[in-house]
């Protein structure tokens, strides 16, 4: 597998080299130069085969030779060790549960793959690395259960100081072992600014072998496109195609883990990238101007982003043609009140209870469905436990949410963090000391 930057600048890497660095040297991204697509008998036969062997299939076609097969099977299946359904909740819309894994939250998918495959290549070398990572919320937590005990890896979280949830922080800082939480005195925006930085600085280069667990790492995208696959799969052997997604999307690592399974042949008819009102994408959508600005806090956290790190990755796949991304993507916007209003509904009309950031995939995907006249089936992405923003949810559906065991062990142990001011000299002198 050969990746390049979006910034085109650099030479272009194996896999190894991309999931160590992270960050190409030119503050780019890392993507494949090649994109293969599955032949038609795969999608045949898509339906009778497991979210493994689905997974396997679509990872062995991306990776090639980087990995030994036998190693990449078991990785997969060790990564898979949950599910991934397809619930109805509509006539015509179903949702895709993705908090069905130890942090309860879409993100095990990514973190979990990423720490087994570093985990093979440091075995074949012997080597120790650092992880840093900024968190909205929910890769603070996966990254932390993914990398719980790992030899030869410690992980440092940046995550924004009372802008995560209750149980999201205690996730994220109650783990210890070789996982370190730094609550930054700053927004999310700030958390992501100084994990870049810290990749762009040579003093930290030199004494620091970094390496990144964000979205931005080439790891973390490469399986949030196997459960796309999976969904289509339950769909087809319920005769409900075609399908139309919905994502809810802060930093569009999610919805580019899609636009690659589109890209390997995945017939879906339309995405809709649906934010809450950080609206940075749907907005360049609508007028051809993509400005960042500084994040919006709302009640759907994880995607509050106000520079979208894979807005870059989303270009490259387009060759930077916005006419190109308006005909596979709808770009969709809501308010808090318009997001608890879709959560209460839903629950009383079906009894089904959306977190947040499902309720703002399930209206995007209801409008486009509407507005469209589309005859597709809509699947709208619930990427993480209902109870993980257990004090929104309960007071909107005026009903207590029975927690996972999990998170009630979580919320029993003492947060351990560690104040940081928003600023790269504050990050270096802690992680050198």
Request: aromatic letters at 10%; a negative charge; proline letters at 5%.
């Amino acid at each position: 597998m050969k990746l390049y930057s979006t910034n085109r600048s650099v030479d272009e890497v194996n896999l190894k080299e991309a999931v160590f660095k992270g960050l190409p040297d030119d503050n780019g991204l890392y993507m494949p130069t090649h994109i293969p697509t599955l032949p038609d008998s795969f999608f045949e036969n898509i339906d009778k085969l497991s979210f493994q062997e689905i997974a396997f299939e679509v990872c062995k076609a991306l990776i090639g030779d980087d990995v030994e097969e036998a190693a990449l099977k078991k990785i997969t299946e060790d990564v898979l060790s949950f599910d991934a359904p397809v619930v109805s909740v509509t006539d015509n819309t179903s949702v895709l549960e993705l908090f069905h894994g130890p942090s309860f939250a879409f993100k095990d998918f990514g973190a979990r793959f990423m720490a087994r495959l570093m985990a093979y290549f440091l075995e074949k070398e012997q080597k120790e690395i650092n992880i840093l990572v900024a968190t909205s919320g929910d890769t603070g937590s996966a990254v932390a259960q993914g990398f719980l005990g790992m030899s030869g890896i410690r992980v440092t979280i940046l995550y924004p100081s009372g802008k995560v949830s209750e149980i999201q922080e205690k996730q994220l800082t109650t783990l210890g072992n070789n996982i370190t939480a730094l609550e930054v005195n700053g927004t999310f925006d700030d958390c992501q600014r100084l994990v870049k930085e810290a990749f762009l600085d040579q003093e930290l280069k030199t004494r620091m072998n970094l390496s990144s667990a964000n979205s931005i790492n080439i790891s973390r995208l490469i399986p949030q496109s196997f459960y796309y696959f999976y969904a289509y799969a339950q769909l087809k052997k319920a005769d409900k195609l075609p399908v139309v997604f919905a994502t809810p999307s802060g930093n569009f690592g999610n919805l580019c883990g899609g636009l690659i399974a589109k890209r390997m042949g995945l017939p879906i008819e339309k995405f809709v990238a649906a934010t809450n009102a950080n609206d940075i994408v749907p907005a360049y959508l609508r007028t051809g101007k993509f400005s960042p600005r500084p994040s919006i806090k709302t009640i759907s956290n994880a995607m509050d982003v106000g520079n979208p790190s894979n807005f870059a990755r989303l270009m490259a796949l387009y060759e930077n043609d916005l006419e190109k991304i308006k005909s596979e993507i709808d770009g969709r916007t809501y308010s808090d009140e318009e997001t608890r209003t879709a959560i209460k509904s839903i629950f009383e009309r079906t009894g089904y209870i959306m977190d947040p950031h499902g309720a703002v995939a399930f209206l995007g995907l209801s409008d486009y469905l509407a507005e469209s006249g589309s005859g597709a089936h809509g699947i709208f992405l619930a990427t993480a436990h209902p109870a993980k923003f257990i004090e929104v949810v309960e007071e909107v559906i005026d009903r207590k949410i029975e927690l996972p065991d999990a998170l009630k062990e979580a919320f029993e142990k003492k947060k351990t963090s560690y104040p940081l001011e928003p600023n790269l000299a504050a990050l270096k002198n802690f992680l050198l000391k």
